[in-house]
């Protein structure tokens, strides 16, 4: 009797380790997934502040720039630097399909979402021409450095273009070029060239592949905003004319 007692109270402890087994496991796999999450947030988060260091590299060499303009501490940017008037934007590439649109996306090179300040236009081979939007001047004409060095820049060979628009100011922006053909100081029209498609370069830990980013922020690069970020950008389908998400476009001018 005291034989099958205890046969009885073995079962039992091993209903209740069982019980207990799936208990752990549950935290376990609950642990595992936040570790998970702990590790995407940890790369966004990683992203974002070596983002921040390059723009405000950028900014810093933006005033530079408008330095040698011949633009003084107490001068206003808008006269000094004498940014060309135009009517509307065109959009930056011959042709081309819309692959990502402005806003929250999922992160191409990372876990977890990002709010995407800009919109990808893929479609075309690097080496594909890239034209200015609008009238204005080259703020900004940054090439790589040292290009062999692997996930050195999110963004990789980039242009700033700053614009007049009516009487409104705007500050487009190219990144991800394979190529750069101006020079910071430059005035352009939307008939130049300011580079050529690039992305997926070994350098550029931000792309996956041939597009071109381009975003637009409202306002004078270098003083009303330093970042291409909200709250200074604006979705490009307000002020260019752009198709939907998948649709082609064959030229510059084709209303949608």
Known sequence: ENYKNKIEEVKEKEKELNVE?????????????????????MN??????????????????????????GCGLNDLLENCSVIPADSAFLRPLMSGVITSGYGTRKNPVAEGYQFHAAVDIGGNPMGTSVY?????????????PNPNI???????????????????????RYMHLHSVY?????????????GSVGGGEIYDRCSTGAHL???IALGIYG?????????Y???????????EAGVYFTNRYQKF
């Open 21 to 41: 087994k799936e208990k752990l496991e549950e935290q376990n796999e609950k642990l595992i997934i936040e570790q998970e999450e702990l590790g995407s947030k």
């Open 44 to 69: 966004i988060l990683d992203e974002d502040a070596r983002d921040m260091l390059e723009e405000i590299a950028d900014a810093k060499r933006v005033i530079n720039n408008y330095q040698k303009m």
């Open 132 to 144: 200015a939007s609008a009238t204005g001047v080259v703020v900004l004409a940054y090439t790589i």
């Open 150 to 172: 692997a996930n050195s820049s999110c963004g990789g060979n980039h242009v700033i273009i700053q614009h007049k628009i009516g009487n409104t100011y705007y500050a487009s």
């Open 182 to 194: 101006v020079e910071e100081g430059q005035e352009v029209t939307s008939n130049d060239i300011v």
């Open 213 to 215: 980013d381009f975003s």
């Open 223 to 231: 003083k009303d905003f330093w970042m291409f970020r909200q709250p």
């Open 233 to 243: 950008t604006v979705n490009p389908y307000t002020l260019v004319n752009l198709p």
